[in-house]
């Protein structure tokens, strides 16, 4: 049996991304009547410790447009940061879904043996590609996707799995 990496890896990455969209619009829309400004919402943490909304979905458009990279030992899109705005942020997604759709199959099915290698803040890994994908970029991608939903709904947002895993 063959996997095709790309067919477990885009569609999951462009889905949730998408939810996410739905899930920052409903963030906008409803900040307003919780007397919460965009700079509060999107400033919003869980705990001190841990990255505000902004960076959690800047971070989750990291994991998927990385992913898809390195499965396609590609170049990896360079973003820089520095989004401020919801507008700011669902271009970055946009960005992000467009360099997802970019990468064509044929660069990534075939390669679930391949090794990618991750340059950490304190460790260089190598990891086959579909253990990567299964095992580090999936994960790390639904943890900051969850925690920004976590963020709104902490902020009191109307959202709920429905939402989370809402669809076009």
Do not use: C
């Not at 271009?91 to 997802?100: G, P």
């Amino acid at each position: 049996m063959t996997i095709e990496l790309h067919a477990i890896a885009a569609p999951v990455f462009t889905a949730r991304l998408k939810s996410l969209v739905h899930l920052l619009k409903i963030g906008e829309a409803e900040g307003p009547a919780r007397n919460l400004s965009e700079e509060a919402i999107l400033g919003a943490r869980l705990a001190p410790d841990m990255f505000e909304l902004k960076r959690q979905v800047q971070i989750a458009t990291d994991h998927a447009k990385g992913a898809m990279a390195r499965l396609g030992d590609l170049d990896i899109p360079s973003y820089a940061d520095t989004e401020q705005t919801f507008a700011e942020l669902y271009a970055r997604i946009e960005k992000t879904l467009a360099f997802v759709a970019s990468v064509p199959a044929a660069a990534v099915n075939g390669r679930e043996e391949a090794i990618v290698t991750l340059k950490l803040r304190h460790e260089t890994m190598e990891l086959k590609a579909i253990d990567y994908l299964q095992g580090y970029a999936f994960p790390n991608f639904y943890f900051h996707l969850t925690t920004a939903y976590d963020i709104l709904r902490h902020l009191g947002m109307p959202v709920g799995k429905r939402d989370f895993l809402w669809r076009e």
